[in-house]
Protein backbone atom coordinates (compact mmCIF):
# COMPACT_ATOMS: atom_id res chain seq x y z
CA UNK A 1 0.00 0.00 0.00
CA UNK A 2 0.98 3.48 -1.01
CA UNK A 3 1.48 5.84 2.00
CA UNK A 4 2.05 9.33 2.01
CA UNK A 5 2.57 11.36 5.55
CA UNK A 6 1.90 14.85 6.31
CA UNK A 7 4.76 16.16 9.18
CA UNK A 8 1.49 17.60 11.41
CA UNK A 9 -1.73 16.74 11.29
CA UNK A 10 -2.99 20.51 13.14
CA UNK A 11 -0.20 23.18 13.00
CA UNK A 12 -1.13 27.11 14.21
CA UNK A 13 1.25 29.70 13.81
CA UNK A 14 1.59 33.32 14.11
CA UNK A 15 1.44 36.03 11.17
CA UNK A 16 4.95 36.65 10.04
CA UNK A 17 6.11 33.19 11.19
CA UNK A 18 8.19 30.93 8.46
CA UNK A 19 6.07 27.62 7.69
CA UNK A 20 7.69 24.80 6.95
CA UNK A 21 5.29 21.39 5.66
CA UNK A 22 6.96 18.30 4.83
CA UNK A 23 5.36 15.51 2.96
CA UNK A 24 7.05 11.63 2.31
CA UNK A 25 5.98 8.90 0.36
CA UNK A 26 7.17 5.56 0.65
CA UNK A 27 6.80 4.53 -3.31
CA UNK A 28 8.96 5.77 -5.05
CA UNK A 29 6.74 8.26 -7.06
CA UNK A 30 7.80 10.48 -9.48
CA UNK A 31 5.76 13.19 -8.97
CA UNK A 32 4.23 14.88 -5.90
CA UNK A 33 1.85 17.50 -5.13
CA UNK A 34 0.79 20.28 -2.60
CA UNK A 35 -2.77 21.26 -2.62
CA UNK A 36 -4.89 23.56 -0.56
CA UNK A 37 -8.25 22.85 -0.04
CA UNK A 38 -10.64 25.87 1.38
CA UNK A 39 -14.82 25.36 1.81
CA UNK A 40 -16.80 26.55 -1.49
CA UNK A 41 -13.35 26.86 -3.29
CA UNK A 42 -12.60 22.64 -3.78
CA UNK A 43 -9.28 21.77 -4.41
CA UNK A 44 -6.28 24.05 -5.64
CA UNK A 45 -2.44 23.06 -6.65
CA UNK A 46 0.24 24.94 -5.07
CA UNK A 47 2.90 23.31 -6.87
CA UNK A 48 3.79 20.29 -8.28
CA UNK A 49 7.40 18.54 -9.12
CA UNK A 50 7.86 15.97 -11.59
CA UNK A 51 11.74 14.79 -10.37
CA UNK A 52 13.72 15.69 -8.03
CA UNK A 53 14.47 19.13 -7.64
CA UNK A 54 12.06 20.04 -10.40
CA UNK A 55 9.22 22.05 -9.89
CA UNK A 56 6.14 23.47 -11.69
CA UNK A 57 4.05 26.35 -10.06
CA UNK A 58 0.46 25.61 -10.22
CA UNK A 59 -2.65 27.62 -9.89
CA UNK A 60 -1.98 29.26 -6.64
CA UNK A 61 1.27 29.43 -5.68
CA UNK A 62 1.76 33.04 -4.39
CA UNK A 63 3.20 33.42 -0.51
CA UNK A 64 4.75 29.74 -0.99
CA UNK A 65 7.73 28.06 -2.26
CA UNK A 66 8.69 24.46 -2.10
CA UNK A 67 11.65 22.11 -1.83
CA UNK A 68 12.26 18.56 -3.51
CA UNK A 69 15.69 17.35 -2.34
CA UNK A 70 14.92 13.87 -2.04
CA UNK A 71 12.45 11.81 -4.42
CA UNK A 72 10.54 10.50 -1.30
CA UNK A 73 10.32 14.09 0.59
CA UNK A 74 8.49 17.62 -0.83
CA UNK A 75 8.43 20.24 1.09
CA UNK A 76 6.15 23.51 1.11
CA UNK A 77 7.67 26.60 2.84
CA UNK A 78 5.19 29.38 3.56
CA UNK A 79 8.08 32.17 3.64
CA UNK A 80 5.76 34.93 5.68
CA UNK A 81 2.51 33.01 7.32
CA UNK A 82 -0.37 35.41 6.52
CA UNK A 83 -4.26 34.71 7.88
CA UNK A 84 -5.86 34.15 4.28
CA UNK A 85 -3.11 31.34 4.29
CA UNK A 86 -5.12 29.51 7.08
CA UNK A 87 -6.34 26.38 5.58
CA UNK A 88 -5.95 22.59 5.11
CA UNK A 89 -3.03 21.86 3.31
CA UNK A 90 -3.34 18.15 1.33
CA UNK A 91 0.00 16.58 0.10
CA UNK A 92 -0.20 13.63 -2.79
CA UNK A 93 1.82 11.66 -4.92
CA UNK A 94 1.22 9.91 -8.32
CA UNK A 95 3.35 6.94 -10.60
CA UNK A 96 2.75 6.88 -14.35
CA UNK A 97 0.97 5.39 -16.67
CA UNK A 98 -2.59 6.02 -14.86
CA UNK A 99 -1.28 8.89 -12.47
CA UNK A 100 -3.74 8.43 -9.66
CA UNK A 101 -2.97 10.66 -6.93
CA UNK A 102 -2.12 9.35 -2.98
CA UNK A 103 -3.26 11.43 -0.74
CA UNK A 104 -1.78 12.40 2.88
CA UNK A 105 -3.78 13.19 5.41
CA UNK A 106 -3.72 16.45 4.96
CA UNK A 107 -2.02 19.24 7.51
CA UNK A 108 -5.17 21.68 8.97
CA UNK A 109 -3.30 24.94 9.46
CA UNK A 110 -4.39 27.84 11.38
CA UNK A 111 -2.38 31.34 11.32
CA UNK A 112 -3.06 33.70 13.51
CA UNK B 1 -8.99 25.27 -20.20
CA UNK B 2 -9.91 22.32 -18.25
CA UNK B 3 -13.18 21.93 -16.16
CA UNK B 4 -14.85 19.52 -14.02
CA UNK B 5 -18.70 20.09 -12.99
CA UNK B 6 -20.72 17.93 -10.12
CA UNK B 7 -23.45 18.49 -8.48
CA UNK B 8 -22.81 19.75 -4.98
CA UNK B 9 -25.01 17.97 -2.86
CA UNK B 10 -26.74 14.21 -2.44
CA UNK B 11 -28.98 12.67 -0.11
CA UNK B 12 -30.35 8.96 0.36
CA UNK B 13 -31.74 6.68 2.06
CA UNK B 14 -29.08 3.97 3.74
CA UNK B 15 -30.29 0.95 1.41
CA UNK B 16 -30.57 2.72 -1.64
CA UNK B 17 -28.41 3.44 -4.75
CA UNK B 18 -26.07 6.41 -4.88
CA UNK B 19 -25.77 7.95 -8.16
CA UNK B 20 -23.02 11.00 -8.69
CA UNK B 21 -22.77 12.34 -11.88
CA UNK B 22 -19.77 14.39 -13.33
CA UNK B 23 -18.76 16.34 -16.41
CA UNK B 24 -15.60 17.15 -17.68
CA UNK B 25 -14.16 19.06 -20.51
CA UNK B 26 -11.07 17.89 -21.79
CA UNK B 27 -11.22 14.91 -24.70
CA UNK B 28 -7.80 13.69 -24.28
CA UNK B 29 -8.11 13.27 -21.11
CA UNK B 30 -6.57 9.05 -20.75
CA UNK B 31 -8.09 8.40 -17.34
CA UNK B 32 -11.18 9.62 -15.49
CA UNK B 33 -11.16 9.11 -11.07
CA UNK B 34 -13.18 9.04 -8.38
CA UNK B 35 -12.06 9.85 -4.59
CA UNK B 36 -13.35 9.87 -1.45
CA UNK B 37 -12.68 12.10 1.92
CA UNK B 38 -14.25 11.59 5.11
CA UNK B 39 -14.32 14.42 7.39
CA UNK B 40 -10.82 15.83 8.66
CA UNK B 41 -9.08 13.18 6.55
CA UNK B 42 -7.23 13.76 2.82
CA UNK B 43 -8.62 12.06 -0.22
CA UNK B 44 -8.86 8.50 -1.01
CA UNK B 45 -8.65 7.07 -4.52
CA UNK B 46 -11.78 4.89 -4.86
CA UNK B 47 -11.54 3.78 -8.35
CA UNK B 48 -10.92 5.37 -12.16
CA UNK B 49 -11.23 4.59 -15.77
CA UNK B 50 -9.72 4.10 -18.83
CA UNK B 51 -11.25 6.33 -21.39
CA UNK B 52 -11.59 3.89 -23.88
CA UNK B 53 -13.95 1.47 -21.59
CA UNK B 54 -17.41 2.22 -21.07
CA UNK B 55 -17.77 0.89 -17.67
CA UNK B 56 -15.96 -0.45 -14.59
CA UNK B 57 -17.35 -2.19 -11.81
CA UNK B 58 -15.57 -2.77 -8.36
CA UNK B 59 -17.93 -4.50 -6.03
CA UNK B 60 -20.74 -2.02 -5.06
CA UNK B 61 -19.48 0.97 -7.19
CA UNK B 62 -19.58 0.62 -11.08
CA UNK B 63 -18.30 3.52 -12.93
CA UNK B 64 -19.76 4.47 -16.14
CA UNK B 65 -18.26 6.69 -18.96
CA UNK B 66 -20.11 8.48 -21.74
CA UNK B 67 -16.95 9.92 -23.77
CA UNK B 68 -19.31 11.65 -26.43
CA UNK B 69 -20.98 13.66 -23.50
CA UNK B 70 -17.65 13.44 -21.38
CA UNK B 71 -19.93 12.21 -18.71
CA UNK B 72 -19.01 10.32 -15.82
CA UNK B 73 -21.19 8.53 -13.08
CA UNK B 74 -20.11 6.48 -10.04
CA UNK B 75 -23.06 4.52 -8.70
CA UNK B 76 -22.85 2.63 -5.23
CA UNK B 77 -25.22 0.11 -4.51
CA UNK B 78 -27.17 -0.54 -1.00
CA UNK B 79 -25.58 2.86 0.33
CA UNK B 80 -24.73 2.13 3.83
CA UNK B 81 -24.34 5.38 6.66
CA UNK B 82 -20.35 4.99 6.25
CA UNK B 83 -20.61 5.89 2.63
CA UNK B 84 -21.44 9.32 3.68
CA UNK B 85 -18.75 11.35 2.47
CA UNK B 86 -17.37 14.19 -0.29
CA UNK B 87 -16.92 11.85 -3.66
CA UNK B 88 -14.56 14.08 -6.17
CA UNK B 89 -14.36 13.53 -10.03
CA UNK B 90 -11.22 14.30 -11.33
CA UNK B 91 -9.45 14.09 -14.86
CA UNK B 92 -5.87 13.50 -16.05
CA UNK B 93 -4.38 16.32 -17.77
CA UNK B 94 -1.05 16.92 -19.26
CA UNK B 95 2.13 16.08 -17.70
CA UNK B 96 0.72 13.72 -15.03
CA UNK B 97 -1.72 16.67 -13.48
CA UNK B 98 -5.21 16.28 -12.68
CA UNK B 99 -8.13 18.72 -12.27
CA UNK B 100 -10.12 17.93 -9.63
CA UNK B 101 -14.69 18.88 -9.44
CA UNK B 102 -15.55 20.94 -6.63
CA UNK B 103 -16.87 17.48 -4.69
CA UNK B 104 -20.64 15.79 -4.19
CA UNK B 105 -21.58 16.03 -0.87
CA UNK B 106 -23.57 12.45 -0.13
CA UNK B 107 -25.26 12.07 2.85
CA UNK B 108 -26.81 8.58 3.60
CA UNK B 109 -30.03 8.63 5.83
CA UNK B 110 -30.87 5.63 8.04
Known amino acids: DVKVTQSSRYLVKRTGEKVFLECVQDMDHENMFWYRQDPGLGLRLIYFSYDVKMKEKGDIPEGYSVSREKKERFSLILESASTNQTSMYLCASSLPPSYEQYFGPGTRLTVT | GEDVEQSLFLSVREGDSSVINCTYT??????LYWYKQEPGAGLQLLTYIFSNMDMKQDQRLTVLLNKKDKHLSLRIADTQTGDSAIYFCAEDTNAGKSTFGDGTTLTVKP
Open chain 2, 26 to 31: DSSSTY
